[in-house]
């Protein structure tokens, strides 16, 4: 158990539909990451968060967006969704926001989307 | 353009083998390379990493080896167990990057009894 908590587990929607997903980060890690998990694509950097301030943007579309709050909880949330957004979404977090070796990240188990 | 490429797709190795697995990148600001260990169902687990200020780590029955100069670096799984039946994912990140990481295709390995 890595200590970070993303729910739901599953969710299964329609295209068009909005949703979002929740991540919790181990306790005393400022840091949050997104990624999402496709057979063709792999594993992509969606977005990060420090300490409630965006940090750095990856391969993320304009119909999703995130946000960190006070608590540091993180929430994705994946606007207009369309059949090629079915993915795996993992939250990863970390102490600080530096890359260094001792700044790893841990992965939550994951949010398996289904856009039907 | 994929940054990190990783090779092979899949590999089926011996019980007591070893299994053997390739990445290389491009960028040469990256400083930091992990790998990352995924079981089904779960979220990938960081195994072991490295930075490019030294050519081998290991750990256990797992060896990172680094080549800064062919920029390209390897997992090696000594004494390969049925249990090490798993996706490994190379990745690569800098500090520039706010550390977030470039990951590789994977590289699904299966270890037979």
């Known amino acids: 158990d890595s200590g970070v908590t993303q729910t739901p587990k599953h969710l299964i929607t329609a295209t068009g539909q909005r949703v979002t997903l929740r991540c919790s980060p181990r306790s005393g890690d400022l840091s949050v990451y997104w990624y999402q998990q496709s057979l063709d694509q792999g594993l992509q950097f969606l977005i990060q968060y420090y300490n409630g301030e965006e940090r750095a943007k990856g391969n993320i579309l304009e119909r999703f967006s995130a946000q960190q709050f006070p608590d540091l909880h993180s929430e994705l949330n994946l606007s207009s969704l369309e059949l090629g957004d079915s993915a795996l979404y993992f939250c990863?977090?970390?102490?600080?926001?530096?890359?260094?070796?001792?700044?790893?990240?841990?992965f939550g188990p994951g949010t398996r989307l289904t856009v039907l | 353009q994929q940054q990190v490429k990783q090779s092979p797709q899949s590999l089926i190795v011996q019980k007591g083998g070893i299994s053997i697995i390739n990445c290389a990148y491009e960028n040469t600001a990256f400083d930091y390379f992990p790998w990352y260990q995924q079981f089904p169902g779960k979220g990938p687990a960081l195994l072991i990493a490295i930075r490019p200020d030294v050519s081998e780590k290991k750990e256990g029955r797992f060896t990172i080896s680094f080549n800064k100069s062919a920029k390209q670096f390897s997992l090696h799984i000594m004494d390969s167990q049925p249990g090490d039946s798993a996706t490994y994912f190379c990745a690569a990140s800098d500090e520039g990057s706010q550390g977030n990481l470039i990951f590789g295709k994977g590289t699904k390995l299966s270890v037979k009894p």
């Open positions: 990863a977090s970390s102490k600080w926001s530096t890359g260094a070796t001792t700044d790893t990240q841990y």
